[in-house]
T-cell receptor
Framework: GENVGLHLPTLSVQEGDNSIINCAYSNSASDYFIWYKQESGKGPQFIIDIRSNMDKRQGQRVTVLLNKTVKHLSLQIAATQPGDSAVYFCAEKGGSNYKLTFGKGTLLTVNP | DAGVIQSPRHEVTEMGQEVTLRCKPISGHNSLFWYRQTMMRGLELLIYFNNNVPIDDSGMPEDRFSAKMPNASFSTLKIQPSEPRDSAVYFC???????????FGPGTRLTVL
């Protein structure tokens, strides 16, 4: 079946560096994508989303890029801080207005 | 704003016992979701309610799992009998509308011995 996956299971960066977390998806019908952050012991928290009619969207210190040609999604975090340490999930929605399919997640560790 | 509330936060039980997980969605939200998270399978949707009615239960693994939503402010997920392979973190999420942003609760970590 269709699935959403991540290229890198772990990422370690120095405080102040920029981080890039990648995600590949296979459902060409997906039209809405979300990045979630999950800190230890907590539920996933919405970070930023993007619709398929866009290729870039910016938030506060975060940017999501969407390449529909190669079915690739990335999350860029600028000036990474220790508080950014968490597992990051991409999720996609396609075919229904409620069902999210989550990737396996990438663990981001920020070294002080 | 209290967010989505789940209880208990941790549950340890023995195989064969009944387990009931509870969820209070954010007030005013009409959509409620139960998810299960494991290392092997990641985050999976178990069941989705809209206006207290189960709309999609295709993710419920087997008949041992059941979920109810008797009113707009309360839902339960029950496992009977529980098995060790049910050990996971179970999340409840709610959204204002079916396609809206989903807000997750803190989860219940279930361990079945």
């Amino acid at each position: 079946g269709e699935n959403v996956g991540l290229h890198l299971p772990t990422l370690s960066v120095q405080e102040g560096d920029n981080s890039i977390i990648n995600c590949a998806y296979s459902n060409s019908a997906s039209d809405y994508f979300i990045w979630y952050k999950q800190e230890s012991g907590k539920g996933p928290q919405f970070i930023i989303d993007i619709r398929s009619n866009m290729d870039k969207r910016q938030g506060q210190r975060v940017t999501v890029l969407l390449n529909k040609t190669v079915k690739h999604l990335s999350l860029q975090i600028a000036a990474t801080q220790p508080g950014d340490s968490a597992v990051y999930f991409c999720a996609e929605k396609g075919g229904s207005n409620y069902k999210l399919t989550f990737g396996k997640g990438t663990l981001l560790t920020v070294n002080p | 704003d209290a967010g989505v509330i789940q209880s208990p936060r941790h549950e340890v039980t023995e195989m064969g016992q009944e387990v009931t997980l509870r969820c209070k969605p954010i007030s005013g939200h009409n959509s409620l979701f139960w998810y299960r998270q494991t290392m092997m399978r990641g985050l999976e949707l178990l069941i989705y309610f809209n206006n207290n009615v189960p709309i999609d239960d295709s993710g419920m693994p087997e008949d041992r799992f059941s979920a109810k939503m008797p009113n707009a402010s309360f839902s339960t997920l029950k496992i009977q009998p529980s098995e060790p392979r049910d050990s996971a973190v179970y999340f409840c999420a709610s959204s204002y509308q079916a396609g809206g942003e989903q807000f997750f609760g803190p989860g219940t970590r279930l361990t079945v011995l």
